[in-house]
């Protein structure tokens, strides 16, 4: 791999604390039967209603958390520079001292927590968000500014985690305003499951990410959830009577009906065991790699956005981004680490 790149990424930081949920206890620590499937959670919590119930999360590790750092990790480690602006900790917080030397970490505020309950399919997230709260244009611009030479002259630019950065769209106005147009460089969007923001807000961000199109190649990454609620939000503001279940969708037409409504450069969606991505003029897709027991499950989308970033900047087919996404996801899920024969 030819990673001779720099990209920028922002603006949230998370310290993420990892558990399972223990079904049955034999004896003191690990010697636990932890529940393996989220519907087996929520059965255990929706018997407790009208009475109440105790639940044991064991501990499994902590470590560096957010969209954005765990992006800037990942990039890094296959050997870009990175420029990393995010919730880090004043002063720097002692887990994220543990990024990578190739990543210039600049702090804004404090991270939140996020507790993380994974299973073998899928995972729940308990977020402490409000330090994020201060993230916005005033508070960061001194930090902007102070770096700016090397932030605008990136390769890509990355801006993750909408949903919890409530100030994030006068944030990507002010860096519109301030990227060159240059259609070799790259912005891509991590939205980061926007369930709670209103449809208003969610069509608002779209309308604000196809602006960036006119200078730059757009790219917009999904979890398969997150493209059936962006359907959702475009199919209304069609104003049409025909109710579509997104659900019942394959990810390449989710792909393709979203591409085409936003004009969004790329659209890129997956889940567990496919993937999919979509142009205006091309659509590709890749099957496999599902981890039947994942090791980890939390950051794995992060990896995944990382490894197809990095494929476009190296110009490979769209074909090719998305079997390198997956396959760095994968081998993350599988193993908690980064895949090294991928490494230059």
Not at 277 to 299: I, L, M, Q, R, W
Request: charged letters at 20%.
């Amino acid at each position: 791999m030819d990673n001779d790149f720099s990209v920028f990424v922002g603006f949230d930081g998370f310290i993420d604390h990892i558990f399972a949920a223990v079904d049955q206890r034999f004896g003191p620590g690990n010697n636990f039967q932890k529940i393996k499937k989220i519907h087996q959670f929520a059965e255990r919590i929706a018997n407790a209603s009208g009475k109440s119930t105790n639940i044991e999360l064991f501990p499994i590790e902590q470590r560096i958390g957010g969209n954005g750092p765990i992006l800037a990790q990942t990039i890094a480690f296959y050997g870009s520079q990175v420029q990393l602006m995010g919730a880090l900790g004043t002063p720097l917080n002692a887990i994220f001292q543990r990024l990578s030397p190739k990543i210039n970490p600049i702090s804004i505020g404090n991270p939140g927590t996020t507790n993380a309950i994974e299973f073998e399919d899928g995972k729940l997230l308990l977020g402490v968000t409000y330090p994020l709260d201060h993230i916005k244009l005033e508070n960061i611009l001194p930090y902007i500014q102070k770096n700016s030479e090397k932030i605008f002259a990136c390769n890509a630019f990355c801006f993750t985690n909408w949903t919890m950065v409530v100030h994030l769209n006068e944030i990507l106005t002010f860096f519109w305003n301030h990227i060159q147009e240059d259609r070799q460089k790259f912005c891509f969007f991590d939205l980061a499951d926007p369930e709670k923001r209103s449809a208003n807000d969610i069509y608002n961000v779209l309308q604000l990410i196809q602006l960036y199109s006119q200078k730059c190649t757009t790219i917009l990454g999904l979890n398969l959830k997150e493209a059936e609620q962006i359907a959702a939000v475009l199919q209304k503001r069609q104003l049409t009577e025909n109710v579509v279940n997104f659900k019942q969708y394959n990810i390449q037409e989710l792909c393709q009906f979203i591409q085409a409504q936003t004009k969004i450069d790329e659209v890129l969606v997956h889940d567990i065991a496919h993937c999919a991505a979509a142009t205006s003029s091309n659509v590709s897709y890749v099957d496999g790699f599902f981890v039947e027991h994942p090791k980890t499950t939390t950051g794995a989308g992060d990896h995944f956005n990382a490894g197809y970033l990095l494929a476009k900047l190296q110009k490979k087919s769209l074909h090719d981004c998305l079997f390198q996404a997956h396959r760095i996801a994968g081998h993350f899920v599988a193993t908690g680490t980064c895949l090294r024969a991928a490494r230059p």
